[in-house]
């Protein structure tokens, strides 16, 4: 069974990076990409990108490219997304996704 | 980007009674691999998008049988045979046959 568990809510200035983690169970952890997945207030889904757990390779949405970086841990099974240059327009909940199973999300706020 | 489009927007519906919602895609969500890669959500408030119904019509452990889907394609419906109380919050369909993976506007269903 999927089990994901991700790290707790973030408060960062205007400019600052952020680096949320999903922590999957070690009997799925290699099974399938992890995707992330982010939605504002009041806002439908918004795709970011994926990470492929075995070789670590990675895709981007357009409007992410050279301000996101998936990354994974393997020996704890547990993967990674970092956002960088953070505006306002960043704030929303974050969730990773691994086998159609979403994560309970990570709030990130970005305010000066 | 393959664009999904919801019908309808918002469903209020009697306990006991049907409800039925669209999903149509602007390409073709059947693969190579002969599966269909679209997906049914639920959000209820305040929590993460809980997976229904994968590869158009299977539906995921422990989801009621009232919640059935249909369709091939680019053409897909959710059905809930019997609406419950706890069967209101927003539903989306999604698909994931192609980066970047794209989501309805979100279906808003309330009972009466």
């Known amino acids: 069974q999927v089990h994901l568990v991700q790290s707790g809510a973030e408060v960062k200035k205007p400019g600052a990076s952020v680096k949320v983690s999903c922590k999957a169970s070690?009997?799925?952890?290699?099974?399938?990409?992890f995707n992330w997945v982010r939605q504002a207030t009041g806002q439908g889904p918004e795709w970011m990108g994926y990470?492929?757990?075995?070789?670590?390779?990675?895709g981007y949405a357009q409007r992410f490219q050279g301000r996101v970086t998936m990354t994974r841990d393997t020996s704890i099974s547990t993967a990674y997304m970092e956002l960088s240059s953070l505006t306002s327009e960043d704030t929303a909940i974050y969730y990773c996704?691994?086998?159609?199973?979403w994560g309970q999300g990570t709030m990130v706020t970005v305010s000066s | 980007d393959i664009v999904m489009t919801q019908t309808p927007l918002s469903l209020s519906v009697t306990p006991g009674q049907p409800a039925s919602i669209s999903c149509k895609s602007s390409?073709?969500?059947?693969?190579?691999?002969?599966?269909?890669?679209l997906y049914w959500y639920l959000q209820k408030p305040g929590q993460p998008p809980q997976l229904l119904i994968y590869?158009?019509?299977k539906r995921f452990s422990g989801v009621p049988d009232r919640f059935s889907g249909s369709g091939s394609g680019t053409d897909f419906t959710l059905k809930i045979s019997r609406v419950e109380a706890e069967d209101v919050g927003v539903y989306y369909c999604?698909?994931?046959?192609?980066?970047?993976?794209?989501f309805g506007q979100g279906t808003k269903v309330e009972t009466k």
């Open positions: 070690a009997s799925t952890f290699s099974s399938s990409d």
């Open positions: 390409q073709s969500l059947l693969y190579s691999d002969g599966k269909t890669y």
């Open positions: 990470m492929t757990p075995h070789s670590g390779s990675t």
């Open positions: 996704v691994h086998m159609a199973i």
């Open positions: 999604m698909q994931s046959i192609q980066v970047p993976w794209t």
């Open positions: 590869e158009v019509s």
